[in-house]
């Protein structure tokens, strides 16, 4: 099986002394791929190819590969860095100062249909109930899997808690990610 060129275009670089090429190709199984070449040397010192990915309103995933300024990457990139880093460290504080107390308010529900019934009301989407029940004697571990950054509101909320630091890291991120990272 190899990949095969089946078209080949060439574009003016972002400085527009030079050019890149964009191949796409495909494959015996009908899968597709693109090579980016940069031949302009000082576009190959400055810039870099970017991948963004996501979906557009009516639901179509689209994929587009941007220059972007070595400079300009490099600084989303340390965003980015600092985004994980702050989720991670939210989350350790949560673990660590609610975990137990998330996990006692589900343990004094009387059945696992109850602590199912709750997290989807919480709008956790813990999936069917028949899994929930899948979980069987980690029932506990479960519900410490409902404990991600994406959660942390819900989960305050819930615990009745106002956390300062936590809140503080939320809105840390939502400026970070309001920046483009």
């Not at 504080?93 to 589900?106: M, V």
């Not at 109850?114 to 069917?128: C, E, F, I, K, Y």
Request: charged fraction near 25%; aromatic fraction near 12%.
């Amino acid at each position: 099986m190899s990949w095969e060129v089946v078209r080949e275009r060439e574009y003016a670089c972002p400085c527009g002394k030079g050019s890149y090429t964009v191949e796409s190709l495909m494959d015996d199984w009908n899968r597709h791929d693109e090579s980016w070449t940069m031949h302009c040397s000082e576009c190959q010192a400055n810039y870099v190819l970017d991948t963004c990915s996501g979906t557009d309103r009516d639901g179509i995933s689209f994929t587009n590969h941007p220059w972007l300024l070595r400079t300009t990457w490099m600084e989303r990139e340390a965003r980015r860095q600092r985004i994980a880093d702050l989720k991670r460290a939210t989350m350790h504080l949560l673990s660590e100062r609610y975990g137990e107390q998330w996990a006692a308010s589900f343990s004094a529900l009387r059945s696992k249909k109850a602590q199912w019934q709750v997290l989807t009301d919480l709008g956790l989407r813990p999936g069917s109930l028949g899994t929930y029940y899948r979980h069987g004697s980690d029932y506990m571990d479960y519900l410490r899997n409902e404990f991600y950054f994406e959660n942390t509101p819900t989960v305050l909320a819930h615990l009745g808690v106002q956390d300062e630091e936590v809140l503080s890291n939320m809105r840390t991120v939502r400026q970070l990610q309001d920046l483009g990272a």
